[in-house]
């Protein structure tokens, strides 16, 4: 059993360091991560997407399914289609390529005071109340600066303790995004 001295002390020690090792599919499930709408607005977004399809199911089987109005679902769902799950992975990677820092080796530390970084460019120390807020998924946590930006942070590079600790400090901290 943990008195609330030695809890507290345990958190004050907790530090985890990790290098630096961003792939490309990290930036593609980022993107997809970054877009994730609130949890009401996904609902909305599906339930819109349903009524479309099942629109222009309904008009391709009537007696007369190739008018104007046949058209207007079937490029939209295709445009989305396309923009989703061509145009955002290759933009992804396009900016990854693009990234020189990535290069470069850099650790973090990441504890109680926030997270610093250190490379051969050189080291910043970036306090928590200069995020904003996190989100997460099974395979990333972000970190926000801005509603804009974020660091990127995969789950490979973390134990399972040190990415619960993670969690944990980015919890203690930062308002998590839905």
Not at 17 to 35: M, N, S, T
Not at 40 to 62: D, E, N
Request: charged content about 25%; hydrophobic content about 45%; glycine content about 4%.
């Amino acid at each position: 059993m943990w008195c609330a001295g030695e809890r507290r002390r345990q958190l004050l020690d907790t530090m985890i360091a990790i290098r630096q090792d961003i792939r490309p599919e990290d930036c593609r499930r980022a993107v997809f991560l970054y877009l994730r709408p609130r949890p009401g607005y996904g609902v909305a977004g599906t339930l819109i997407l349903a009524l479309a399809a099942l629109g222009t199911i309904q008009k391709i089987c009537s007696p007369n399914p190739w008018t104007s109005s046949t058209f207007v679902p079937l490029a939209s769902l295709a445009f989305l289609a396309v923009f989703f799950f061509v145009v955002l992975p290759w933009q992804a990677t396009r900016h990854f390529r693009q990234n020189r820092f990535l290069a470069h080796p850099t650790e973090y530390r990441i504890d109680e005071t926030g997270v610093h970084v250190q490379s051969d460019l050189g080291t910043t120390e970036i306090p928590w109340d200069h995020l904003r807020k996190w989100k997460e998924n099974r395979r990333l946590i972000l970190l926000y600066p801005t509603d804009a930006t974020y660091f990127l942070f995969p789950r490979r590079l973390f134990t399972a303790e040190e990415w619960e600790e993670f969690r944990a400090l980015a919890a203690k901290h930062l308002k998590k995004s839905r």
